[in-house]
């Protein structure tokens, strides 16, 4: 068992990070809450359904046939199955690899490459979820192997990691002179270009640059600023902006933008 196991890898940005893997006990607790809001909401629509059932098994019968009571119950139970791996799609795609359980153990999925999961790796990672809890066959891939995968894992090139490696309040600080910029950025840069998988490497750098050395965080955020003007279509930064204050800036405009 690999308890705390840490995973150090370099994005496509050539961003150096390391994470600490969540183990079974954490992945655990996360599923006995998740289970535990997803049976609350199906017992809630169960009552709902079964009320309709009611009122409508007995017309559809006389209007459809005999089989119509066997109809709606194999809608009911597609709808049970559509709204187990929803949930986790949803909750993970949207909120950043995280659901209500994630959330609140402070674990998250991401990429094997360090980027924020999507739509695809969600529905992989939801669709092989009762394969993985048949026989226990995930806790045992979990327990086991070196980054801790299970089988939806494995598929959708996906992590768990501990979403509290990083101290955001204390790391991640903005200048006055890139709170000002911004402003001017949203007018003169075509944010709309920007992916949140590029927002999401720019975030990484600015809550860790601190613990990088001089020449590496220099090299590093001067690449990164190219790379982003490349992605907005910003050839020349205006005046005597630095690299850092530049990535500051795309990271406020890039909030706003989303709000």
Do not use: C
């Amino acid at each position: 068992m690999h308890l705390f196991n840490r995973i150090k890898f370099t994005t496509p940005e050539s961003v150096e990070i390391e994470f600490t893997l969540a183990g079974i006990g954490s992945r655990a607790l996360v599923l006995m809450i998740d289970y535990l809001i997803l049976a609350f909401t199906l017992v809630i629509l169960a009552l709902i359904w079964s009320f309709i059932f009611q009122q409508i098994t007995d017309l559809g019968v006389s209007i459809f046939g005999s089989n119509f009571g066997l109809w709606l119950i194999a809608i009911s139970l597609l709808s049970f199955f559509f709204i187990y791996t929803g949930y986790f799609v949803l909750f993970e795609t949207l909120w950043q690899g995280q659901t209500p359980g994630k959330r609140i153990a402070k674990i998250r999925v991401m990429r094997d490459d360090g980027r924020p999961v999507g739509l695809q790796q969600s529905a992989l990672r939801a669709l092989l979820r009762p394969l993985d809890e048949s026989l226990f066959i995930g806790a045992f891939l979990i327990t086991f192997s070196n980054r801790e995968k299970r089988l939806g894992d494995l598929a959708a090139e996906t992590i768990v990691i501990r979403a509290e490696t990083v101290d955001k309040s204390s790391s991640l600080t903005i200048s006055e002179a890139a709170k000002s910029f911004h402003i001017q950025l949203q007018r003169i840069a075509n944010l709309s270009s920007l992916l949140h998988d590029n927002f999401a490497i720019i975030r990484e750098y600015l809550l860790r640059r601190n613990g990088m050395s001089t020449k590496a965080k220099i090299a590093l955020s001067l690449k990164l600023t190219q790379q982003v003007q490349s992605i907005i279509n910003l050839e020349i930064l205006p005046g005597n902006i630095a690299s850092d204050i530049f990535l500051e800036a795309v990271y406020l405009a890039y909030q706003n933008s989303e709000l």
